[in-house]
């Protein structure tokens, strides 16, 4: 598989972040950009998709649970809120409960 170059795959990275756009319209153009940024490059989503595994740091694991907030409960949404306010890397009590929560999402 030919791998995109960085500028693509960061492209790439910023028009699938549009697809949580409240807009319609962003969200449909979004989707149509990356599609056609895709066959540019003569690729499937599968190829992307299924290149490597990828390691999810402990930020995108944060906005993840972040975003299913409304699924949480008390507890679990101040430990998120703490979380995100935190300056240094967090502890591994910090990031087992985070792991904790990520993998129990919806």
Not at 17 to 34: N, Q, T, V
Not at 57 to 68: D, F, I, P, S
Not at 90 to 100: D, F, G, I, M, S
Request: with cysteine; hydrophobic share 45%; charged share 25%.
């Amino acid at each position: 598989m030919d791998r995109l170059a960085p500028d693509a795959l960061d492209r790439l990275i910023k028009l699938l972040g549009m697809l949580g756009s409240a807009h319609d319209g962003e969200r449909a153009a979004a989707g149509l950009k990356a599609h056609e940024l895709m066959r540019r490059h003569g690729l499937q989503w599968s190829d992307i998709l299924l290149a490597a595994p990828v390691k999810i740091g402990w930020r995108e694991k944060l906005r993840a649970c972040e975003a299913h907030a409304h699924c949480l409960n008390h507890a679990e949404r101040a430990f998120l809120r703490g979380l995100a306010e935190w300056q240094g890397t967090p502890t591994e009590k910090q990031l087992a409960w985070l792991n904790r929560i990520f993998e129990n999402l919806p």
